[in-house]
């Protein structure tokens, strides 16, 4: 079956600002951050509505919206243009953020979510205070640091309610 796609590019710069300055009907599916590579360093689904895959099928997707991102850029008739931000489709939309040192973070969330952009620079935020400054945290491997995962589920519950 054909899935109904249409993707939407945003070039303009979104400023930062909270995550909880929200829509309360906000709900989202799962979180996917890849490596500079394309490798998946970081799965985790926040909702019972998000696919429950096996370990090698999310490999399979990360690496998906890892090459969507690329071709979406390569395909822009404008040069210079920025990579892919919002995909949206029937069920879902797809959000990205590019880091400046190559990560790509992937938020699935359902359609009319609002603020994923923020939401995004936030988790980012986290990432960095809570991964990177850890020192036992090697660049690039997969990661495991349950104060990230502590202070993601409490900003995904502020962002939801």
């Known amino acids: 079956p054909l899935l109904n796609v249409q993707v939407v590019l945003h070039l303009e710069r979104d400023e930062v600002g909270s995550a909880s300055a929200t829509m309360s009907n906000n ?5 996917y951050i890849n ?3 394309g490798g998946l360093i970081y799965q985790r689904n926040f909702s019972t ?3 429950k895959l096996r370990d090698n099928d999310q490999l399979m997707v990360a690496s998906t919206f890892n090459s969507i991102a690329l071709i979406l850029k390569e395909l822009s008739p ?7 931000s919002v995909l949206e489709a029937n069920g879902f939309v ?3 953020f590019d880091t400046p040192t190559g990560l790509k973070f ?8 609002q603020g994923l952009e923020v939401l995004l620079r936030a988790i980012y935020g986290l990432y960095a205070d809570y991964v990177l400054k850890n020192p036992f945290y090697e660049l690039d491997m997969p990661v ?4 990230f995962d502590d202070k993601l589920t409490r ?3 502020d962002f939801q309610r």
Do not use: W, Y
């Not at 992937?106 to 979510?113: K, M, N, V, Y």
């Not at 495991?144 to 104060?147: E, G, S, T, W």
């Open 144 to 147: 495991h640091c349950d104060k």
């Open 49 to 51: 509505s998000a696919a």
């Open 106 to 113: 992937f938020l699935l969330a359902e359609p009319g979510t």
């Open 27 to 31: 709900r989202i599916l799962a979180l």
């Open 94 to 96: 797809l959000t990205a």
């Open 35 to 37: 490596n500079k590579s």
């Open 78 to 84: 404008v040069a210079g243009s920025k990579p892919m």
């Open 155 to 157: 900003l995904l519950q």
